[in-house]
């Protein structure tokens, strides 16, 4: 089937009363304008309202992007950036939002960052800007943005972030541990938007593509064990960030 037709198909699935995910005239036309085939590995079902793995990245379901274009209220003349851009779909669809030149992207995960840069080409929008970078740290050489995008928790905003906004600008982002709400924070404090469940943010050396010597199954069962009862990076509530 023509993928235009599934796009519409997906969107039109966004906008029923059943979802409700997508609202905007803007966020539907951009969402109906960017191909999800270059972004996941199942072509087939890249329609589908689901969340696929790559690269050891989630990319997001379509709902689940939805919900953050809507929170995330971007203008036409916007600068973007997007914190944890993973393999680049939702800065595309930004870039739809805005213009390519005003979307900067950084992730921890240098393989992914080549990856979302072809991605983004094969889509469609080279001009989308995507740099290796320590998302807490944001992006400070392009500041100030008039909104930023993080893709992963964190139990407190990231204060660089906050300070590479404009005045009036707007950080949505999963916001809490175990249980996460997802928060724009602006001037004027912040609004919730419902409960979501991201993967934490994290710090160098917790990523993906982290090298690590080979393991026995038994070394393995217990090494998932204790990962699924660990906090990640910014899942810990001991550390003062902002004093880092």
Request: proline fraction near 5%; include cysteine.
């Amino acid at each position: 089937m023509d993928p235009a037709v599934l796009r519409d198909d997906m969107v039109d699935s966004l906008e029923h009363d059943a979802k409700a995910v997508v609202r905007s005239e803007r966020v539907s036309v951009a969402m109906r304008s960017v191909p999800r085939e270059p972004f996941v590995d199942d072509d087939a079902a890249a329609y589908a309202d689901r969340s696929f793995e790559r690269l050891g990245t989630r990319v997001l379901s379509p709902s689940a992007a939805g919900r953050l274009f809507e929170a995330l209220t971007p203008r036409p003349d916007d600068t973007i950036l997007v914190v944890g851009a993973g393999v680049g779909y939702t800065a595309a669809v930004l870039a739809e939002l805005t213009d390519q030149a005003n979307v900067h992207g950084i992730d921890i995960a240098r393989r992914l960052v080549y990856d979302a840069r072809s991605n983004l080409s094969s889509a469609g929008y080279p001009g989308v800007l995507v740099d290796c970078r320590d998302g807490a740290r944001g992006l400070a050489e392009y500041a100030p943005y008039d909104r930023i995008l993080l893709e992963a928790a964190a139990i407190e905003p990231p204060g660089a972030l906050l300070d590479q906004l404009t005045p009036g600008g707007r950080l949505v982002m999963p916001l809490g541990g175990a249980t996460q709400t997802l928060v724009a924070i602006g001037d004027d404090g912040r609004t919730e938007h419902g409960t979501v469940a991201f993967h934490p943010m994290l710090v160098d050396g917790e990523q993906a593509d982290t090298i690590e010597r080979n393991r026995t199954r038994r070394e393995d069962r217990e090494h998932a064990r204790r990962a699924a009862e660990r906090r990640k990076g910014w899942e810990q509530t001991w550390i003062d960030w902002d004093r880092i």
